[in-house]
């Protein structure tokens, strides 16, 4: 025989009409439908005093919360969720007690469910994430050690104006050193911007970008006319994996906060949308509160690095290696032979060290290839000869050094 399905409503109805008949005692009543007598006597007395109404269920929330939210605090919160909708509990949290100290702020949690009940928050889609890597950052301990470097994807403002920001940032303390909106993706546009805050910021040891033009070229090394140029002021270049945007994840995690904040939706005009990137700078470096640097801004956790000259020197090399200078065409002459290098190094010295399977081409601390003996072309570095050249010296801010004569 399967349950019998009813109304509490209706039972309890049942249960006074039983009541009220007197038929049988009041505590058989209440065995026979299974209540002790005190629910039995409360539902009698709300009966007589409100009807079927009062059969009803009703809430068991207590009328007064002693710990609940002071009005005055959560309109505090409110105010800095409206004035930033992107951020979350615990930075709005953070904010407050950075700017207050002397008020005892509620937890996260409950600031986020006061964002609930308010109608602020947009709930999230739950994803299966991959297990956190520390990789390629592991030596990215402190400022200036690495700066990230990239374009953030173009997008039109409310005029149909083409707008593309280049964003660059210190991977430690993730300052935002510049955020501009360039005319062309190419050396000539994007060159001042880096040279502009080398001059201001000091030089990092390696900026970090993507394999796309003009951070790099399919040349020999990669190399591009802007990563020449970067080392020749004093920084490697480093280049992620092909497709693996998430090596770069600190910048690309910038982005999102951009777009969110400046681009969503975009400006009406490319001025106004310049005004927004100001804003952003400001507020992100100074103002806003970040979870990997324990809920301090990037300004609290950025220092300037070794000053800047604005001279590009060559890189120089060592006593045993041999040095020639690139051709405008890209090639250099070598035992009778045009070998080509790269258009990227016209008119720059390369390096040449001899050895077992051949002659080790590299420019700077970059190897661009090898020179079998008697060949006749540029192979491509080995995997353990690929990066930096431990044989070469940069010397970025000190005298250039003199080049040596060679033997044709």
Known sequence: MG???????????RFVIAAEKREESFAAVCRRFGVSRKTGYEWFDR??????????????????????????????????RREHPTWGPVKVRAYLERHDRTTAWPAPSTIGALFDREGLTVKRKLRRRSPPSSAPFAECGSPNDVWCIDFKGWFLTGDGTHCEPLTLCDAYSRY???????ARTDTAHVWPVLEAAFREFGLPRVLRSDNG???????????????????????LPERIEPGKPQQNGRLERLHLTLLQDTANPPAR?????????????????QE????????DT?????????????VLREPEYGPDQLVRRVRPNGGIKWHGNEIHISAALAGEPIGLDQHHDGWHVAFGPVALGIIAHGGDRLRKPKCKTCGLVDRVTRGP???QAQQQQQPK
Not at 288 to 295: I, V
Request: proline share 7%.
């Open 3 to 13: 349950w019998k399905e009813t109304c509490a409503v209706d039972e309890r109805m």
């Open 47 to 80: 009966y007589e005093e409100l009807g079927i109404e009062g059969l009803a269920d009703r809430s068991r929330a207590p009328h007064k919360h002693p710990q609940a939210m002071a009005t005055a605090i959560a309109e505090r919160c409110l105010t800095v």
């Open 176 to 182: 935002l050193l510049r955020c501009q909106a360039l």
């Open 213 to 235: 033009s003009p951070f790099a070229s399919r040349g020999a090394g990669g190399l591009s006319q802007l990563s020449v140029k970067v080392i020749k002021a004093g920084v």
């Open 269 to 285: 005009s490319l001025r106004q949308q310049l005004d927004r990137f100001r804003v952003f700078q400001r507020l992100y470096n």
């Open 288 to 295: 806003r509160p970040h979870e990997a640097l324990g809920n």
């Open 298 to 310: 990037p300004a609290a956790h950025y220092a300037p690095a070794r000053p800047f000259d604005g």
């Open 397 to 399: 801010q000190g005298p």
